[in-house]
């Protein structure tokens, strides 16, 4: 049994993870990363963000062939699917960018080490191998864990991720499903569900609640399930699954009211729960060092990242907040840069929230239902993306802009929009929000014609009632 003394050691790779490391080699911290994955990157990079969005970004370029390419005087012909080239492009995409972080490791003097970490006692790392052989001790002033989330199981419905199927399983399927049922409207199981539709699947989702992205502006979520109708997707809500089983013949789900009521069969060939995530601690030995979790199961931490244990910090998708991969890198930064002894901090109310759908879901600050629970007053300026000139010189002219802000000064509150390229546009939003603008701001700031960008200007403008474009 070793023993080697770093100044901060990081559990777990994943963005919050691996960023953390970096930021901490970069202070001159002598710093390690426990990783249990073969690759670095985490669940983002190797099982989530990264190929999904090359799954999505395929499928779109897909569909664009099959159904928008003659409009613009490009004729084809008949287009047909290589989904093993697909794959391998999404597998390509991956691989390249976890080598990409191994040489960042290398370049910044990290040390890595392959194997499950655990808090082993004060200032203490064990490190297991995955073959359950003699673990490593590793020493260090700091702890930092950062281990991310799991997949939230369902009852009565068993992943074999073959035919039901978590998030990671739908995005290795070896053909196109006939029948997809996605179990939960949320962000992951649309952006998948849409992937799949793309490819040719009919796409059922099914949703607990009353409508699709249910933590989102409720305009936004109402206006967003009737553009994956009219996209083709069927939507079940108010309903929830009690049952999956798979025969011979394919998935038979249990689906009845959420409110109570007649349950009824529904046939399927792969199923997708999709229904959220937790934190994922397994292993850590949290008890036993002293470290607090709250009744969801997420380490309790103060507003430097610090746990109940001495010395011992988290951040990232095991502490409260949204499951995001670009908090957990923020939350990263800040936590290390305050143990060098440098202020920093992240302002939660200006963290973007992105659907990587098409047309895209963005949103950052408060959703009109918050502020009217809360009791503030707000004036609301919107703009339809089919008064936008680029909108339709594009012929994407779904959605809208929203921007919320203050009655008496003017200070932008909120954004969400539905449309093209919404991930992109929600950054300057973001950027005002942080530097505590004004919609006004917004509003005298000249854009270029013609952009999707002069929609933000126009809601800005509509937020003091004066939209120029319609």
Known sequence: MSESQYDLIVIGAGPGGYVAAIRAAQLGLKTACVEKRDALGGTCLNIGCIPSKALLNSSEKFEEANHSF?????????VKLNLKAMMARKDKVVGDLTKGVAFLFKKNMIDHFRGAGSLAGPGKVAVTPADGGKAEILQAKHILIATGSDVMTLPGV???????????????????????????????GLELGSVWRRLGAQV??????????????????KNFGRIMKKQGMTL?????????????????????????????????????????????????????AGVKTDERGFIVVDDRYRTTADGVYAIGDCVPGPMLAHKAEDEGVACVEAIAGQKSHVNYDAIPSIVYTWPEVAAVGATEQQLKEAGTEYRAGSFPFTANSRARTNMETDGFVKILADAKTDRVLGAHIVGPDAGTMIHEIVVVMEFGGAAEDIARSTHGHPTLSEAVKEAALAVAGRPVHI
Do not use: N, Q, W
């Not at 409110?259 to 292993?283: F, H, M």
């Open 70 to 78: 003659a409009a613009h005087g490009v004729d084809l012909g008949a």
């Open 158 to 188: 068993e992943i074999d991720e073959k035919r039901i199927v978590s998030s990671t399983g739908a995005l290795t399927l070896a053909r196109v499903p006939k029948h997809l049922v996605v179990v939960g409207g949320g962000v992951i």
């Open 204 to 221: 059922t989702v099914v949703e607990f609640l009353d409508r699709v992205l249910p933590e989102m502006d409720g305009e936004v979520s």
């Open 236 to 288: 079940r809500l108010g309903s929830k699954v009690t049952s999956a089983k798979a025969g011979k013949s394919g998935i038979k789900l249990g689906v009845e009211p959420a409110s109570g009521g007649k349950a009824e069969t529904v046939d399927c060939d792969v199923a997708l729960v999709s229904i959220g995530r937790r934190p994922y601690t397994d292993g850590l030995g949290l008890e036993k």
